[in-house]
């Protein structure tokens, strides 16, 4: 399969196709991705969650970040490549936001870099990354997950026509500071809609309804990799490979147990006279 780049992205935006987009968070992962048709990949700090098993995505570092991103790329470099800037990489000031982007392209093999936010100061990190840098960015508003807490938990926006009107200015407020692309979390589908009619740019949308130009969803999510009750309403689970984990590692333990693993001549080296003898 060839390479994916942005050119790729926004061809298919422009033709009207959706652009399919996945979670991954390491070499396993990444390799999956890779040999599948998925178009693009996001490194996402939800990795805080899934794979460090952190109640939230606030502890992830930049460092932590990078190290995923590069055992995700060894697993291949064929979807588009993107990596999340975590919590308190990119809030304190723009150069901080350029040298955290450049870490991730140089050091993470980024091919663009995602934010999260829609204020006028994050729009200005967005234009001061694509301009100083040369790094593609990728916005991200609705839900946000790292400022979760102030917005009252992880819950649906966009409800009201405030906030609806005030997330449409944001999306405005990020393409026109040069926005490769946008996700849009968590958001009833007319809102999901109307951003995506509005905006030049593809809008990925995850639990923003079937009209964005792309869906991205957490790769553990759609696995239940890690056998949870809970899961967002926007969210389909494609395999149920938790239970599944679980039952292998029972069944081994168990043989273990039971000295029924491992079997003689399927699982164990065979004995030369030679070597018997040698050792006696
Ligand atoms: O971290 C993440 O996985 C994300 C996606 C859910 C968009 O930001
Ligand atoms: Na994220």
Redesign the pocket.
Known sequence: EKKVTLTTINKKYREGQPISMI?VYDYSSGLAANESSVDSV?V???LGMTTLGFKN?NPVTLDMMIHHACAAFRGGSRPFFIV?MPFGSYNKSNSQAVESAVRLVSEGNAECV?VEGGSPIIADRVKTIVQAAGISVCA?IGLT?QSSASLGGFRVQGKTLKSAQSLIEQALLLQDAGSSMI?L?AMPEFLGKAITKLLSIPTIG?GAGGFTSGQ?L?LADILNLNMSDFQPKFVKRYANLGPVYLKAINEYAADVHHKTYPEPEVHTYPTTKQSEEEIK
């Open positions: 979670t996001l996402g700090d939800s995505t999340d995602k991200h997950p996700v979390e995850i991205v957490v």
